[in-house]
């Protein structure tokens, strides 16, 4: 949900809600509850970026904060049980929807690298005279395997976390999670060591490091392909 058409539609898809513009400003629309009024939505434009006001619960108030940069304390509101989110990119679209359906998976990395293992225990590396080459080689082999501590580090941690969480929901709460219904996030964050857990990519993956691997790999290949070429 990138502009504000769709974020004022999501809002009017929960029930007996309607749109407001109460300050005779097309600046600022809400969605409010129809039976008492109450607005839980706002949207505006803020120096250029559209932002919302969403009402939340204090006890997930800073847990969100915290998550993201761009979710901040409500403008112009009570902070301690409204946060502003500016919709700059920052935060994905399907961010919770994605969390929802992955939080049960656990995953692992790996790679091979047979390719090195039969050159370091051949003739040819030897007879290859770019020594540059060879280190660059092992440097991406090395990167790899960086990487791969990393993210196996990280599922073993939500390996840790998950199972226990998903061994204690009810019948009810496992048919809610399973469905992916909106609802699941209460229970997902009421577990505190699976709350914990979903802090940890904020700090845990230094930004752009997948990239600069993808990119040193990217690289190595085409310096084969140029000098052995692409067979």
Do not use: C
């Amino acid at each position: 949900m990138n502009t504000r058409e769709e974020i004022l539609a999501y809002g009017l898809s929960f029930p007996d809600t309607y749109q407001n513009a109460p300050f005779r400003d097309p600046n600022w629309q809400l969605v409010r509850v129809r039976n008492t009024k109450k607005a839980f939505l706002w949207t505006y434009e803020k120096d250029g970026l559209l932002h919302i006001n969403v009402k939340v619960d204090p006890e997930w108030r800073d847990f969100w904060r915290e998550a993201f940069t761009a979710v901040q304390p409500g403008y112009h509101q009570n902070k301690e049980h409204w946060n502003t989110v500016v919709i700059d990119g920052t935060v994905p679209e399907d961010t919770l929807k994605q969390f929802r359906y992955s939080i049960g998976q656990i995953r692992s990395f790996y790679y091979t690298r047979n390719a090195l293992d039969i050159l370091k225990n051949s003739m040819l590396m030897q007879k290859i005279s770019d020594k540059e080459f060879l280190l660059s080689l092992i440097d991406v082999y090395e990167a790899l395997e960086g990487f791969k501590l990393s993210m196996n580090g990280y599922y073993d941690m939500k390996e840790d976390a998950a199972i226990p969480f998903y061994l204690t929901l009810t019948d009810e709460q496992t048919n809610t999670v399973n469905e992916g219904k909106w609802e699941a996030w209460e229970i997902y964050l009421s577990d505190r060591k699976l709350r914990n857990f979903l802090k940890i990519p904020q700090g845990y993956f230094i930004p752009g490091y997948q990239e600069r691997i993808e990119q040193k790999i990217d690289k190595m290949i085409q310096t084969i392909e140029q000098k052995y070429g692409s067979r």
